[in-house]
Each structure stands twice: as structure tokens, then as C-alpha cells.
């Protein structure tokens, strides 16, 4: 076994894993990312629960008209991760 705590010590120590708490430039654009993904699907859906819908009489026809929120793309996502990312680093993106 062990013939002195510093020898047990030093053993445990091998064992146990370290932990790095700081994130290279990488993984801080992906949370970044995965920030703004998050942000402008919640948009979406909160927008989509109030979906505009207009009945309307056109002589003797009646006329529905529903209006959905357009479903966000790479583009938006991008656009919301450039904005979260500005204020990170304290840049003002207003456009």
C-alpha cells in the first residue's frame, strides 16, 4: 500500500480528472449559437400562437385569410447570433 499520506495523496490525485473551466473562442460561438437558434424559435412559436385570420364578405363570397409569421431561417439565426455575440463583447450592432 501506501507508506505515507503525501504517497496516497499523490495517487489520488492521478485519479481524479481536471477540469478546465475556461472555453476556447470555438465553443463560445456554438453556445452562442445555440443561443440564438433558441431565441428565434421561441419568437416563432410565440408569434405562430397568435396567428392573424381575417373573414371578410366579397359580394356573395366569404373570404378567409390567415396570416403566419414566416418561419425563420439560417439567415435569422445568424443575424441573432451576430447581435448576442456584439453584446458579449460590448459592440453596439444597432442597425
Known sequence: MF???QEFADAAKALIPTV???KNGYEIRTQVLEMAKDHVW???HSKLG???MKIEKQGDEVVTSVEYPTI???EHILEAAE???AF???VSSKK
Open 3 to 5: 507508506k505515507t499520506p
Open 20 to 22: 478546465n473551466m475556461s
Open 42 to 44: 421561441t419568437d416563432y
Open 50 to 52: 397568435a396567428v392573424g
Open 72 to 74: 425563420p431561417g439560417t
Open 83 to 85: 447581435q448576442f455575440y
Open 88 to 90: 458579449v463583447n460590448g
